[in-house]
């Protein structure tokens, strides 16, 4: 296929489009809010996602450690370190000494009862500790089981209960954001593809004479894929328009919450520029099939 022959078939293509104009903007406006509903839903998703990784960054075990000759606690705390750190799935071990741990103590009480610590400093009853992060809260009860076993260390605390929970609000949001994709693709094409039908059936009786002169289905297929595709890039580039807009206006309120567009936008716009296209080329490819077997 010769550069005039591509260039026909994509002029064959945009000609179709003018031509069935009414029905093409009925189709381009009810694929955008399918695509806006996506765009909003990945938003969401992220948020969400975003917010559930932030609370699972919270989450730790609490190393309390014995106490130890004063001489001898700065080697023994850098040795306990050491292993915590060869333990499978810990990222980091940070050391909170006595004094500080007493300190937040007294913060989290608060004034009314921060009396109660005060002159605790000489003879302070709250350990030295190690707040653990892990890259795996599905693996805290192994982890907790080996920081038992470290000499010196005294107990190990965790919410377990939370960790469980974070972890299985993250797998039900990844199974909701597949089922949620395949369902708006689904309808996506649905609507393409009747679009498509409609312009088909209109020349039906031209595609099959072009089908006894000769023609292969590449020619006569390619205008009608081009149609498509012009529709899903339109769809895509008013989608990304419309939620950058939408949503940068939201971010500006709720800066500490939300995660700024700048950080998704590029895989946006590639998630919508392939969703489109492809929509497009899918749609119509299943719509001509039928009209190509004479």
Do not use: H
């Amino acid at each position: 296929m010769n550069l005039n022959t591509i260039i026909f078939l994509i002029k064959e293509g945009c000609t179709n489009l003018w031509t069935s104009k009414k029905t093409a903007i009925s189709s381009l406006i009810i694929i955008l809010a399918t695509m806006l509903m996506l765009g909003i839903f990945v938003l969401i998703t992220v948020n969400i996602d975003n917010t559930v990784n932030r609370a699972l960054d919270s989450q730790g075990i609490q190393v309390y450690l014995k106490d130890f000759d004063p001489d001898v606690s700065e080697e023994k705390t850098e040795e306990i370190k050491k292993q915590i750190l060869n333990i499978y799935s810990v990222t980091s071990a940070d050391y909170i000494s006595k004094e500080e741990g007493l300190e937040q103590m007294k913060n989290m009480v608060g004034d009314e009862y921060r009396a109660l610590y005060e002159g605790l400093e000489e003879d302070n009853p709250i350990p030295a500790s190690f707040i653990v992060k892990l890259d795996n809260l599905e693996q805290s009860k192994n982890v907790q089981a080996e920081l038992l076993k470290i000499d010196g260390v005294d107990s190990a605390d965790i919410n377990e209960q939370t960790a469980q929970t974070l972890v299985y609000i993250g797998n039900i949001l990844n199974i909701v954001g597949i089922v949620v994709l395949l369902i708006l693709l689904a309808i996506s094409i649905f609507i393409i593809s009747n679009t498509i039908k409609i312009t088909m059936y209109a020349r039906r009786k031209e595609i099959s004479i072009m089908k006894y002169v000769g023609a292969t289905d590449s020619f006569i297929r390619l205008p009608f894929m081009i149609e498509g595709m012009l529709i899903g890039l339109v769809d895509a580039i008013l989608s990304t328009a419309i939620v950058a807009i939408a949503y940068t206006n939201i971010w500006n309120n709720y800066q500490d919450v939300l995660v700024p567009f700048s950080s998704i936008s590029q895989e946006l716009i590639i998630i919508y520029i392939i969703l489109g296209v492809g929509i497009g080329i899918v749609g119509s490819t299943m719509s001509i099939k039928k009209y190509l077997d004479v």
